[in-house]
Nanobody, 119 residues
Framework: QVQLVESGGGLVQAGGSLRLSCAAS????????MSWYRQAPGKQRELVTR???????NYADSVKGRFTISRDNAKNTVYLQMNSLKAEDTAVYYC?????????????WGQGTQVTVSS
């Protein structure tokens, strides 16, 4: 089991920046991947960005060049640096961790943190 706790959300003006944090209850170094998802009102949850245990990253086209994911294994924390925020980035942001258990993969989710970008 892994508990994930997000923090850092809030209200920011368009063009501003926020940094989200996701603190895990145990070591993240052996987790297969950690990701940030978001869900806007009336929309499906979507993948924003992912970082693998090897450090490979991928981003949704809508955030490329503006968002950066990083991980600090010593602190068991993953970060999402969000720059040049737009109104359409408004959503609840969720941290996700994937762990391989024998032959299957288990997903863990945080409770989410609200990001609101005012235009």
């Amino acid at each position: 089991q892994v508990q994930l706790v997000e923090s850092g959300g809030g209200l920011v003006q368009a063009g501003g920046s926020l940094r989200l944090s996701c603190a895990a209850s145990r070591s993240i170094s052996r987790l297969n991947a950690m990701s940030w998802y978001r869900q806007a009102p009336g929309k499906q949850r979507e993948l924003v960005t992912r970082i693998t245990s090897g450090g490979a990253t991928n981003y949704a086209d809508s955030v490329k060049g503006r968002f950066t994911i990083s991980r600090d294994n010593a602190k068991n924390t993953v970060y999402l640096q969000m720059n040049s925020l737009k109104a359409e980035d408004t959503a609840v942001y969720y941290c996700n961790a994937v762990e391989r258990v024998i032959t299957s993969f288990v997903n863990y989710w945080g409770q989410g943190t609200q990001v609101t970008v005012s235009s």
